[in-house]
T-cell receptor
Framework: EDQVTQSPEALRLQEGESSSLNCSYT??????LFWYRQDPGKGPEFLFT???AGEEKEKERLKATLTKKESFLHITAPKPEDSATYLC???????????FGTGTRLKVLA | KAGVTQTPRYLIKTRGQQVTLSCSPI?????VSWYQQTPGQGLQFLFE???????NKGNFPGRFSGRQFSNSRSEMNVSTLELGDSALYLC????????????FGQGTRLTVV
């Protein structure tokens, strides 16, 4: 069964303190791994899509990487406005649904 | 380009009632998926429609149903509401082909009292 596990559940960082969020996945035939950011009471906002091991994508202070079993979202020198819940999702072969992890709640303190 | 629009944003219903939520996808997108989000369970997949056909269904009781119209707009219906149905209901829009990402609406917050 396709499954996504994210860690840690919650993370508190000081402004400027870099860190990484983990997304471990089990999927039959990975067709895509997706990262989203979600602010309280709002819908998830798309960040990145990764398709194959070794692929990396960057956007401002965020960098996503992918291996055959996990993905990392690296946050460099975070700012308070980066505070949000970060969600990881996968799509496997033979299915049209996205399987989401339960997310990492990130809090960046000024 | 307009994003995904969900209506209404907030709903309060009484146990036993039914409710209909609406989703208008991004123009040109033919796939609409619905998710239930609760604090303890995260995003749980309800169903996905593509060109008016349901292609995938999650593990929810038959009280949860949906449909898609020829213009790709989608509705989901929950009958005989229970307290546990209180959640944020999210609609996601995608092209439905290949491995493209999904874009979400702002959600409908349903409270069952």
């Amino acid at each position: 069964e396709d499954q996504v596990t994210q860690s840690p559940e919650a993370l508190r960082l000081q402004e400027g303190e870099s860190s990484s969020l983990n997304c471990s996945y089990t999927v039959s035939g990975l067709r895509g791994l997706f990262w989203y950011r979600q602010d309280p009471g709002k819908g998830p906002e798309f960040l990145f899509t990764l398709y194959s091991a070794g692929e990396e994508k960057e956007k401002e202070r965020l960098k996503a990487t992918l291996t055959k079993k996990e993905s990392f979202l690296h946050i460099t020198a975070p700012k308070p406005e980066d505070s949000a819940t970060y969600l990881c999702a996968v799509k496997g072969s033979g299915t049209y649904k996205y399987i989401f992890g339960t997310g990492t709640r990130l809090k960046v303190l000024a | 380009k307009a994003g995904v629009t969900q209506t209404p944003r907030y709903l309060i219903k009484t146990r036993g009632q039914q409710v209909t939520l609406s989703c208008s996808p991004i123009s040109g997108h033919r796939s609409v998926s619905w998710y239930q989000q609760t604090p303890g369970q995260g995003l749980q997949f309800l169903f996905e429609y593509f060109s008016e056909t349901q292609r995938n269904k999650g593990n929810f009781p038959g009280r949860f149903s949906g449909r898609q119209f020829s213009n790709s707009r989608s509705e989901m219906n929950v009958s005989t509401l229970e307290l546990g149905d209180s959640a944020l209901y999210l609609c996601a829009s995608s092209s439905g082909t290949g491995t493209t990402e999904a874009f979400f609406g702002q959600g409908t917050r349903l409270t069952v009292v």
